[in-house]
């Protein structure tokens, strides 16, 4: 399995950027995906999951509202479009996929990560 995550980049408070997360030997329709950050000297946050084989989806509460997960079955691709930016969303970001049913929010159930792409945001 492996996962490419890309689209990251500098970009104003305000401002949006798209994530996309290239995935190889596991289908993102029958695998829950998501989504995680990691910025210097914190431990990982969760973003947001999508759940296999639906539409179901789960936000952390930093980025509700802000954030929309999706995936294209096609091109076995799962995005993050990310809005109204902040600073504090400057981060690591990674993509990550469990075998659980769930739209887990625990890093330690996710098996398979992407490299990460980094994303900064200027005030």
């Known amino acids: 399995v492996q996962l490419q995550a890309s689209g990251g980049g500098l970009v104003q408070a305000g401002g949006s950027l798209r994530l996309s997360c290239a995935a190889s030997?596991?289908?993102?329709?029958?695998?829950?995906m998501g989504w995680f950050r990691q910025a210097p000297g914190k431990e990982r946050e969760f973003v947001a999951a999508?759940?296999?084989?639906?539409?179901?989806?789960r936000y952390g509460d930093s980025v509700k509202g802000r954030f929309t997960i999706s995936r294209d079955n096609t091109n076995n691709a799962l995005y993050l479009q990310m809005n109204s930016l902040k600073p504090e969303d400057t981060a690591v970001y990674y993509c990550?996929?469990?075998?659980?049913?769930?739209?887990?929010?625990?890093?330690?159930?996710?098996?398979?990560w992407g490299q990460g792409t980094q994303v900064t945001v200027s005030s």
């Open positions: 030997g596991r289908s993102v329709t029958t695998y829950t």
């Open positions: 999508i759940r296999w084989g639906s539409s179901t989806t």
């Open positions: 990550a996929t469990t075998p659980l049913a769930s739209t887990t929010t625990l890093s330690a159930d996710y098996d398979y």
